[in-house]
C-alpha cells in the first residue's frame, strides 16, 4: 500500500512536471523596449507641442475645414451634407469626402468642443491642435519602429533626428491635415513589405482609400520594392502589389461616396497642365531657380546611392570601400550642392583603386 502511495505520488509528481514543461509560456513584456517607445512618444509630443503652441492660431488655412469638418461628422453623422461650395466640383450634388477617416478622427476631439458660435471657435481649434500633435508622434514612432526592425543601431536616436529634418517638414506635420497620417501608412506599409508580411497590406490599402487621395503612393512603395527585389535578389514578389491593390479596389468601391470618388480622385491626383501651369505661374522666380538648380543635383545624389546599393550586394570590395566613407557622405547630405560633390567623390572613391 505504501509502495502504491509511493508510485502515485512518483507518478503525479512526473505528471506536474511534463504539464508545467509542456504548458506554453507567456512572453514576457520587454521592459527596455516599453520604456524606450515611453520615452521616444513623450519627446515627440513634447517637441510637437512646443511647435504648434507656438501661436494661436493653426498652422496652414484647410485645418479649419477639415476641423470643422469633423465637428460636423460628431454631430450629423458619417456623411453630413455639405452645402458650402456650390461653384466648385465639391457641390452638394458631387461632394466627395476625400478625407474621410482623418476627419473621423478629428470627430474625436471636436465632439469635446462647443459651438463655434459660442466661443469663436476657440474650442475647435485647441481640438485641431491636439489632433495635429498626436498623429504626426504616432508617424515618427512608427519610423523608430521600422529601423528597428530593420537591424539599425541606435534607432531611436535615428528617429529623434525627424525633429530636426527641416522647418518645412515640421510644418506641414504640423498642419491639421492628413500628410502625417499619410506618412504613418506609408511607414507601416513599408515595415511590412520589409518584413514580408503581404497581407496586412489588403487592409491598409482599404484603410488608406478612406482615410486621404493620394492613396496610389502605396502602390508606389509595393513597386519600388519588387522592382528592388527583381533586381537584387532576382525574385519576382508579386504579392506585395496585388494585395494592396485588391485592398485599394475594394476601399474604392466599398464607399459611401462610391460614384463620386472615382472621377474626384482623378482629378485630385492627376491635375491636368493647366493646373501645373497656373501653380508655377504663381511661384515666385526665386523659387523657380532653388528648384531648378536642387532637381539635377537631388537627382544625381539618388543615382549615385542607388548604383552603389547594386554594386555593393555583388562586390565585397566596393562594399568596403562605401561604408568607409558613408558617414561623412551622410553628414553632407543635409545640403544639396555639397551632397552633389560627396556623392562624385563618393563614387570615385568606391570604384577607382587606392
Known amino acids: 500500500m505504501r509502495l502504491f502511495k509511493r508510485k502515485e505520488l512518483i507518478d503525479t509528481t512526473t505528471t506536474s512536471a511534463e504539464t508545467a514543461v509542456s504548458a506554453p509560456s507567456l512572453p514576457r513584456p520587454n521592459l527596455k523596449l516599453v520604456v524606450t517607445a515611453g520615452l521616444l512618444l513623450a519627446v515627440f509630443v513634447g517637441f510637437l507641442t512646443y511647435v504648434q503652441f507656438g501661436t494661436d492660431a493653426?498652422?496652414?488655412?484647410?485645418g479649419y475645414y477639415h476641423i470643422k469638418m469633423g465637428w460636423l461628422m460628431s454631430r450629423e453623422g458619417l456623411t453630413p451634407d455639405f452645402p458650402y461650395l456650390p461653384q466648385t466640383i465639391l457641390n452638394g450634388d458631387a461632394f466627395y469626402d476625400h478625407h474621410l477617416l482623418y476627419h473621423v478622427y478629428l470627430a474625436i476631439f471636436a465632439a469635446f468642443a462647443p459651438d463655434p458660435a459660442s466661443d469663436g471657435g476657440a474650442g475647435l481649434t485647441l481640438a485641431a491642435k491636439i489632433a495635429s500633435i498626436l498623429l504626426p508622434a504616432l508617424a515618427f514612432m512608427a519610423l523608430w519602429w521600422l529601423l528597428r526592425g530593420q537591424g539599425v543601431r541606435f534607432a531611436a536616436v535615428w528617429a529623434l533626428g525627424l525633429t530636426a529634418v527641416s522647418a518645412a517638414f515640421l510644418y506641414r506635420m504640423s498642419m491639421p491635415r492628413a500628410q502625417s497620417a499619410s506618412l504613418l501608412v506609408?511607414?507601416?506599409?513599408?515595415?511590412?513589405?520589409?518584413?514580408?508580411?503581404?497581407?496586412?497590406?489588403?487592409?491598409?490599402?482599404?484603410?488608406y482609400v478612406w482615410?486621404?487621395?493620394?492613396?496610389?503612393?502605396?502602390?508606389?512603395?509595393?513597386?519600388?520594392?519588387?522592382?528592388?527585389?527583381?533586381?537584387?535578389?532576382?525574385?519576382?514578389?508579386?504579392?506585395?502589389?496585388?494585395?494592396?491593390?485588391?485592398?485599394?479596389?475594394?476601399?474604392?468601391i466599398i464607399n459611401p461616396y462610391f460614384p463620386e470618388m472615382s472621377r474626384l480622385s482623378s482629378i485630385t491626383c492627376c491635375p491636368n497642365s493647366a493646373n501645373r501651369?497656373?501653380?508655377?505661374?504663381?511661384?515666385?522666380?526665386?523659387?523657380?531657380?532653388?528648384?531648378?538648380?536642387?532637381?539635377?543635383?537631388?537627382?544625381?545624389?539618388?543615382?549615385?546611392?542607388?548604383?552603389?546599393?547594386?554594386?555593393?550586394?555583388?562586390?565585397?570590395?566596393?562594399?568596403?570601400?562605401?561604408?568607409c566613407w558613408e558617414r561623412p557622405c551622410f553628414l553632407a547630405s543635409y545640403s544639396f550642392v555639397p551632397a552633389g560633390l560627396w556623392n562624385t567623390f563618393l563614387l570615385l572613391r568606391c570604384c577607382l583603386p587606392l
Open 211 to 252: 482615410l486621404y487621395n493620394a492613396f496610389p503612393l502605396l502602390l508606389v512603395v509595393a513597386g519600388v520594392y519588387v522592382a528592388a527585389s527583381w533586381l537584387l535578389e532576382r525574385r519576382f514578389v508579386w504579392q506585395a502589389v496585388v494585395y494592396p491593390a485588391v485592398g485599394i479596389a475594394l476601399g474604392v
Open 186 to 207: 506609408l511607414v507601416l506599409g513599408l515595415h511590412w513589405l520589409l518584413q514580408g508580411r503581404y497581407r496586412r497590406l489588403l487592409p491598409l490599402g482599404f484603410v
Open 58 to 62: 493653426l498652422a496652414g488655412n484647410d
Open 277 to 323: 501651369r497656373r501653380r508655377w505661374a504663381t511661384s515666385g522666380i526665386r523659387m523657380k531657380r532653388r528648384r531648378c538648380c536642387k532637381i539635377p543635383v537631388l537627382r544625381w545624389r539618388f543615382l549615385c546611392w542607388g548604383f552603389l546599393v547594386w554594386a555593393g550586394e555583388r562586390s565585397e570590395w566596393i562594399r568596403r570601400r562605401w561604408w
